[in-house]
């Protein structure tokens, strides 16, 4: 389970896998210079609810692994990240996007 540490507030519990897609989409939205919220799902184990944070490039922000080596990364869950990052809603933790062979 890594964390991300936002500013003076608690850390967020995210899945490894999870983190370092959401990792890639939040370094390019802050890259570009632009703010948007994220939202998840509290992780079992924390009070029951659902949580949003404002992201803005002035806000320090860390991203802590379990893991050392980085998971291969999934294009077309970034890709669906991304697209509800420049969303009015923001992005919201989805569940990962699998690719399924065509029959």
Known sequence: MGTIQY??????HIDDRALAHLK???ATKLRRNESFTLSWKHPEGDPIGRSTIWLHPSIPLRFTFDEP????LNT??????MQSASSSG???LVDEVLDTPEL
């Open 7 to 12: 500013g003076t507030g608690d850390e967020i």
């Open 24 to 26: 890639v989409v939040i």
């Open 69 to 72: 080596e980085a998971p291969q």
């Open 76 to 81: 077309q869950w970034i890709q669906q990240l």
């Open 90 to 92: 923001g992005i919201s």
